[in-house]
């Protein structure tokens, strides 16, 4: 990525596709916990004062309130920062949305390290394993700004709960404008057939420039974007293994239990291959900011491109 | 109380400083309870810089974690942790980041960040002192808006079922919360029958008046058998006449211009 490249914060283009679609579905409203801020609700408030429903600090109840305004014909995406709506709120999402089937789109606003500084207790790094543990809860994590507006818009068309995982750090534009998203479908963002690596979310574009640095030494890496984390792409991940014969994930989240173990299962199962999971090493980050942190924890593109290497040793 | 109170002077001013320097922090509410904080290290707590883990301790929780440099800055301020380290206040690597953390900072109890948590832990600590016949007092310090999470009407529940008179809980009633005032978004007024009526003795004082605090906790005003709530009417933002009152002042950092007129309102006060 070069010096200009320009980064978005994705939030506003989950806000900015929320309020086209407020405006199109007057049942559409939203649920908050003293986040208004934090999750740019500030334009839907003024907009529809009456359907922003904010509980006040309180996240189980919020996510509570969400099931019954489900329930009561309302749909509701229920936004608040995603360390305390997931982790928070747990239970609620396990019986009140996904067991009772409730038409919530649940938004985790600043996942990953997107908090940096403000420490472990406000990263959500553990989302994924959280909640690509219950049933009928897809998990969604977007890498752009046209993947955060597609999927927002996919969320209100499909019928049923899910979980819309997103970022405030700052990301370049990769896929189209007119990106249409498909559930449980990765994007092949590069060809190649020496190795794959897959990653979503704020790692999809480090992913890319490893994959450049790669290629300046003559490895020919396929990169995939996999938004969804549950249903798993099962297709890319089997042809990823048989074309390529090796495996990276890349992922801001804990290596224990999230894309890179979902991606693990399937491998395992099907067609082995020696694999790599980058990710956060099973600790509390110490104290610094999200991309000081993906850095530190060995995800900057170079140190993808040598985790990558590393792997291709261990390639038959 | 002169020297508390110029103690709580200079703690705002470090603050400020750590806060404006460091590019972040929730400075409002660490002006709210900076008079309590003080009032707590240095006239109130039993408790030894030396030996931060001696068992029989007074506890103290920061259940409105975000307030954490408002604490470093005390704890430096009392010998827990060198001065000069307030200076690495959300550094890469540094010990002191925007939530406390007692795995690395001594005289914090238990980490705090997300609301509702400081209260039920402290219902632990009382409790363990009840059951083992100890004489050491557990406070905990909340916001207001934080009194709007469950968890903490289930402890306070607990604590009266338990009797815990060795337990003080203090809220920080600045009357704002993160994006708006408590008023118009989850009022919780009036808090001082609804404590009553979860059976704890309540006072309510100028939170950000020192012989009132000082008065609250001393040991005589302990009421046998019932849990104490304070209800602590404080500004956020206090003591900084731009900053007292207004919403924005949860984690807006001070430009240098407001630094410096900031700086020169608490210089003032302190003379
Ligand atoms: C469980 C949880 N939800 C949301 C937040 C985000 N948050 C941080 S501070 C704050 C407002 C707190 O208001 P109050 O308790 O009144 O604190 P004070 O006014 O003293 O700063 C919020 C919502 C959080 N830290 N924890
Ligand atoms: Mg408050």
Redesign the interface.
């Known amino acids: 990525m070069n010096a200009e490249t320009k980064l978005y914060d994705c939030r506003d283009a989950f806000v900015g596709t929320l309020e086209a679609l407020a405006e199109a579905n007057p049942e559409i409203v939203a649920v908050c916990n ?5 999750s740019k609700l500030g334009g839907f408030r003024d907009r529809w004062p009456d359907r922003l429903v ?5 996240e ?2 919020m996510v509570g309130v969400g099931a019954g305004l489900a329930n009561g014909g309302k749909l509701p995406f229920v936004c608040g920062a995603a ?2 709506l997931t ?2 709120a747990l239970e609620q999402i396990k019986a009140d949305i996904a067991y009772s089937n409730a038409n919530v789109k649940l938004c985790g606003i600043s996942a990953g390290m997107a ?1 940096g ?3 472990p ?2 990263h959500s790094i553990e989302d994924f394993a959280w909640l690509r543990a219950l049933p009928n809860l897809p998990v969604i994590a977007p890498c752009d700004r046209a993947e955060t507006a597609a999927a927002t818009r996919f969320a209100a068309s499909y019928e049923g709960p899910l979980f819309l995982r997103l970022s405030r750090v700052g990301v370049p534009d990769i896929l189209p404008d007119d990106h249409e998203f498909a559930l449980g479908k990765a994007n092949r963002l590069r060809e190649g057939s020496d190795l794959t690596i897959i990653a979503n979310g704020v790692l999809t574009h480090r992913a890319l420039a490893a994959a450049d640095l790669l290629a300046g030494n003559g490895i020919e890496a396929r990169v995939l974007n996999m938004a969804t984390v549950r249903p798993i792409d099962e297709e890319a991940i089997g042809a990823a293994a048989a074309d390529t014969g090796a495996i990276l994930t890349c992922e801001e989240h804990t290596v224990f239990g999230g894309l890179g173990s979902a991606v693990a299962e399937v491998v395992v199962r099907g067609r082995p291959v020696p694999m790599e999971i980058l990710g956060v090493p099973g600790i509390f980050p ?4 999200a991309n ?1 942190l993906l850095d530190e924890f060995g995800m900057s593109p170079e140190g993808i491109a040598e985790r990558a290497m590393a792997l291709l040793k261990r390639k038959a | 109380m002169q020297d508390l109170k110029a103690i709580a002077n200079r703690i705002r001013r470090r603050d400020l400083q750590a806060v404006f320097e ?1 590019g ?1 922090g929730h400075i409002g509410g660490e002006m709210s309870a900076i008079d309590i904080l003080t009032a707590l290290y240095f006239h109130v707590l039993d408790v030894d810089p030396t030996a931060p883990k001696k068992p029989d301790r007074d506890r103290f929780v920061l259940s409105k ?2 307030t954490a440099n408002a604490l470093y800055v005390t704890l430096a301020e009392a010998g827990f942790i060198p001065r000069d380290e307030v200076a690495t206040f ?10 406390p ?1 007692c795995t690395k900072v001594p005289g914090v109890e238990t ?6 948590h400081g209260l039920p832990v402290a219902v632990g600590m009382a409790k363990a002192a009840q059951m083992s016949g100890a004489s050491w007092r557990t406070f905990v310090l909340t916001g207001d ?2 009194m ?3 968890s903490n009407w289930e402890a306070a529940m607990a604590a009266a079922q338990f009797k815990l008179d060795n337990l003080t809980l203090i809220i920080d009633h600045n009357r704002l ?4 005032r ?1 008023a118009d ?2 009022n919780l007024a009036p808090i001082p029958p609804r404590f009553e009526a979860f059976g704890w003795a309540v006072v309510e004082i100028d939170g950000n008046d020192m012989d009132a605090i000082v008065g609250a906790l001393a040991p005589e005003a302990r009421v046998a058998g019932k849990p104490k709530c304070i209800v602590a009417h404080t500004n956020k933002g206090q003591g900084i006449s731009f900053m007292q009152d207004r919403v924005e002042w949860h984690h807006k950092v001070p430009s240098r211009e407001q630094y410096e007129q900031a700086m020169k309102e608490l210089e003032a006060a302190a003379q």
């Open positions: 003293d986040s208004v801020g934090s904010n509980v006040g600090i309180a189980q109840n360390c305390f982790g928070r908090y500084e403000l420490g207790t406000h110490p104290t610094g900011s000081f | 460091a972040a974690g975000h959300l550094k890469p690597h540094s010990r002191l980041n925007g939530h953390n980490n705090t960040g997300p609301l509702g808006g934080e709007q999470e469950g919360q993160q994006g708006a408590l978004t989850n």
